[in-house]
C-alpha cells in the first residue's frame, strides 16, 4: 500500500454527495481531482501539502493509476479485480450504496447505531465486518455442534447407550471426566 | 525533445480545480449526463482525434477554442486575450508554418502530459503522435512537390 490511507465513513458519504460524483467510477477514470480531494480529505492536509505530496509521488514515477487503487482498496478493504462483480464502478454506482449496504449487516447482526456506524474509518470499518462476519461463523458453528450432541444424545436413548448427563464443577472442568475426556470437550467449544 | 514555447507551466492545482469545473459543467450542458472518460484525456488526445471508419483512430484539426484552454492552462490562466496573441505568433512562426493548428496541439498536450506527470503511457503516447503527424505531413509536402514536377510547363 502506497497511501497508508483512512477516511472516515460520513466524510466520503457527505463528498460524494456534495460533488454528485460517483466515487469508484471517477477513481476508474483516474481523475486526478477526486484523488486530490481524497486525499486531502483522508489526510487532512492543506492544498498546498497535498498537492506537494501527489506530486512528490509522481516524480518518484508512482503512476496516478497506482494512486487511484491504493485508494479504491481503502475504500473497500480490498484489492479490486477486473470485472469485480461485487464492486461494480460504473456510473449509476455510488460507494455510499455500498457503505449504506455494509451498515445494514451491521445494524442486522450487532446492532449498531448509525452515528457509530458514520464515526467509522473506513479501515476500522472493514475490519469490524471481517470481525461480524468471523462470529458469525463461529456462533453458526456453535448452535451446529450443540444441535449434533442433542441428536447424538437422542440417538443413544433411543439405543439404550445414553450415559449420565456431564456435569461442570465450580472451576469449570467436568465432573469424572478423564483429562482427555475435558480435553476433547475444550476443543469442541472453542471449535479447533 | 524539450518543451514548446506555447506554455510556461502546467499545475496540477490548477488543472485539478478546471477538471472539477468541467466534469461539472459537462454534467450540466448534457441534461446530467456524466463525462465517461478521464478529462486530461478529453481536453487532450480526444481534441487531435478521431475514430476512423475502419475503428482505428486518425489525427484531426483540433478547434481553436480546444487550443486556447490549454494555452490559458499552461500560462497561469491567462487571460483570453493573451493567450489569443501566444497561438497567433506561434503560427505566424517559421516552427508551425507546416504544421499549423494541430502541430501548436501536439506541443502543448506534450508540454501538458511531461508537467503533470500524470502517466508515463500518455506522455509516450503524445510524442508519438506528434511524430507520426510530422511524418505524414512530410510525405504530403514530398507527394505535392512531386505532382508540381510532373506538370509540364506552360
Known sequence: MILNIEFKVSDLMDYERTQDISLLHELECYESFVIFDLIKLGKGWSDDDTIKYIEGLLSQGISIQDIANDIVEALIGRQVEENDEKVKRDINTKYSDILEDYYDTFALAESLSIGEFLNMSTRFMHRYAKGVNSRYVQNMNQQIRKDYRYIGMLLSAVTGNLKACPEIDMNGNLKGASAYEQLEMMHRDRGV | ?154
Open chain 2, 1 to 154: 525533445m524539450g518543451r514548446s514555447r506555447l506554455s510556461r507551466q502546467f499545475k496540477l492545482f490548477d488543472w485539478n480545480q478546471f477538471s472539477k469545473k468541467l466534469k461539472q459543467e459537462y454534467k450540466l450542458n448534457n441534461d446530467g449526463k456524466v463525462l465517461d472518460s478521464n478529462t486530461a484525456v478529453h481536453v487532450t488526445f480526444n481534441q487531435v482525434t478521431k475514430k476512423n471508419v475502419f475503428g482505428g483512430t486518425s489525427i484531426k484539426e483540433p478547434d481553436i477554442d480546444a487550443v486556447l484552454v490549454l494555452i490559458k492552462l499552461g500560462n497561469n490562466n491567462c487571460k483570453d486575450e493573451d493567450a489569443c496573441k501566444i497561438l497567433e505568433d506561434a503560427l505566424s512562426e517559421e516552427e508551425y508554418s507546416e504544421s499549423g493548428l494541430t502541430g501548436v496541439m501536439l506541443d502543448l498536450i506534450i508540454d501538458f502530459w511531461t508537467d503533470l506527470k500524470l502517466s508515463n503511457e500518455h506522455l509516450k503516447a503524445a510524442k508519438e503522435l506528434k511524430e507520426l503527424y510530422l511524418k505524414k505531413l512530410a510525405e504530403l509536402t514530398v507527394e505535392d512537390k512531386e505532382t508540381v514536377d510532373d506538370e509540364p510547363a506552360d
